[in-house]
């Protein structure tokens, strides 16, 4: 069944906007009766069925709802650096998505080569993921941050640091985290943490971990980091 995004739904009846509309009635050619669900990103998963097959405002009657939809038993977090090539930051987004994270936020370090990244095109592909993989909540992507300035901020729940410098000390991430935790953990640029970063983290409170014993790229990393809290609470 078709899965189509409706932020602000309310009520019995919705209009998709343009382009939505224009993708169920003119590319997907559905048609009136048609069964489709929405999801509004807040967690809510609509059931219903084409009542207007107009391409620019195509309206879907609702008859059931489902509140909190596969909702998960803990909250994760990856603040991770953005990447010199934006397309393999595109893909932690994507898979990380699909797998199921509530928040991402760019983390400028030192190493970072790219400091910039495209929120609107970031939130387009956030929105295509959770439509493929029928998440209903809308993972939430923060604006890009200094390193700094983030270990600084305040977090309830268990903080991990992520690096690949075998020379100082570190756990296993599943050593390190609990089933139902709630999680923040911060992944570096291709180039690593510094040394000084890595010791700022911890007298902020964040513990070194690491994702095995394979050298990963950034966003192979952050990808490793999300399924392995996604497995660990199963």
Same mark, same amino acid.
């Given at each position: ?16 906007? +343009? ?22 990103? $807040? ?23 489902? =509140? ?19 397309? =393999?930051?595109?893909?932690?987004? +994507? ?35 959770? $439509? ?23 977090? $309830? ?9 075998? @020379? ?12 139902? @935790? ?12 510094? @040394?000084?970063?890595?010791? =700022? ?11 095995? $014993? ?21």
């Amino acid at each position: 069944m078709q899965i189509f995004y409706a932020p602000g739904i309310t009520g019995n009846m919705w209009v998709l906007d +343009e382009k939505e509309s224009r993708h169920c009635i003119r590319v997907l050619r559905m048609t009136e009766g048609t069964p489709v669900k929405v999801i509004d990103g $807040k967690g809510n998963l609509y059931e219903g069925v084409i009542s207007l097959a107009d391409q620019k405002k195509c309206v879907i009657t609702i008859n059931n709802v489902i =509140r909190e939809f596969e909702k998960r038993n803990y909250q994760l977090h990856i603040a991770i650096s953005p990447l010199k090539n934006p397309e =393999r930051f595109e893909w932690f987004v +994507e898979k990380s998505v699909e797998i199921g994270i509530d928040e991402i936020t760019p983390l400028i370090c030192k190493n970072t080569e790219k400091q910039r990244i495209k929120p609107d095109r970031i939130n387009s592909i956030i929105i295509s993921a959770m $439509k493929q993989s029928l998440k209903a909540s809308m993972t939430i992507l923060n604006e890009v941050i200094s390193f700094e300035d983030f270990i600084q901020k305040g977090f $309830k729940g268990k903080k991990l640091i992520s690096h690949c410098k075998s @020379d100082l000390e570190r756990v296993k991430i599943d050593n390190d985290y609990a089933k139902g @935790d709630d999680v923040i953990i911060l992944i570096g640029p291709e180039g690593d943490f510094s @040394d000084y970063e890595i010791s =700022r983290a911890q007298a902020a409170g964040y513990r070194p971990v690491h994702l095995g $014993k394979s050298r990963l790229r950034t966003e192979t990393a952050g990808i490793a980091a999300c399924y392995s809290i996604y497995f660990l609470n199963q």
